[in-house]
């Protein structure tokens, strides 16, 4: 089955205390691209990825580093998290091969809590 | 630079109604249309695209027309489901965006029996 999965789905942490969220698809797709989904903002890309080693920040890539050393893997890393990172994170994919028209597929999302 | 809106709801029907949730764009050159759609607990889904101007996108008995005269990609069912419950959004994407979807801030659609 076609999917992007992205782990961990939950997750509760303080200030400062690093962490990665993983996200993985089995489509081979080239593009992948990390949001954040806050309340009456909608979704903001934060990081997106091109292909293997290409990689370029959204609109709100403050507090958040991103890597892709895999094509299937593109995990997003909070290294001090501070609570206005609070938030349902979702990671996406597409292939690439169009990018006028793309359809993007995304995870389940991980709602993230920092205190 | 591009942004999307979409009338912000909640919305709320009984079964069997018809619904419109409202959606307008501002985008450069020819932009891609899209409705996801978000159930409780889940990440988005597409539910349908248009590409190109006069485009009807359908899915589910859902649809939505691209009208490039008006800047508006309206999405419409003749008889809504509770299993429709849902938020949706509005997007637009084209070529030079980054992959960036842009996303309007979501209906919440709640159908009563």
């Known amino acids: 089955e076609a999917q992007v999965t992205q782990n961990p789905r939950y997750l509760i942490t303080v200030t400062g205390k690093k962490l990665t969220v993983t996200c993985s698809q089995n489509?081979?797709?080239?593009?992948m691209s990390w949001y954040r989904q806050d309340p009456g903002l909608g979704l903001r890309q934060i990081y997106y990825s091109m292909n293997v080693e290409v990689t370029d920040k959204g609109d709100v890539p403050e507090g958040y580093k991103v890597s892709r050393k895999e094509k299937r893997n593109f995990p997003l890393i909070l290294e001090s998290p501070s609570p206005n990172q609070t938030s349902l994170y979702f990671c996406a994919s597409s292939s690439g091969r169009d990018r006028g028209s793309d359809t993007q597929y995304f995870g389940p999302g991980t709602r993230l809590t920092v205190l | 630079g591009d942004s999307v809106t979409q009338m912000e709801g909640p919305v709320t029907l009984s079964e069997e109604a018809f619904l419109t949730i409202n959606c307008t764009y501002t985008?450069?050159?020819?932009?891609?249309l899209f409705w996801y759609v978000q159930y409780p607990g889940e990440g988005l889904q597409l539910l349908l695209k248009a590409t190109k101007a006069d485009d009807k996108g359908s899915n589910k008995g859902f649809e939505a027309t691209y009208r490039k005269e008006t800047t508006s990609f309206h999405l419409e069912k003749g008889s809504v489901q509770v299993s429709d419950s849902a938020v949706y959004f509005c997007?637009?994407?084209?070529?030079?965006?980054?992959?960036?979807?842009?996303f309007g801030k979501g209906t919440l659609l709640t159908v009563n029996p």
């Open positions: 985008a450069t050159g020819y932009p891609s």
């Open positions: 997007a637009l994407y084209h070529r030079g965006s980054n992959y960036k979807l842009t």
């Open positions: 489509m081979n797709h080239e593009y």
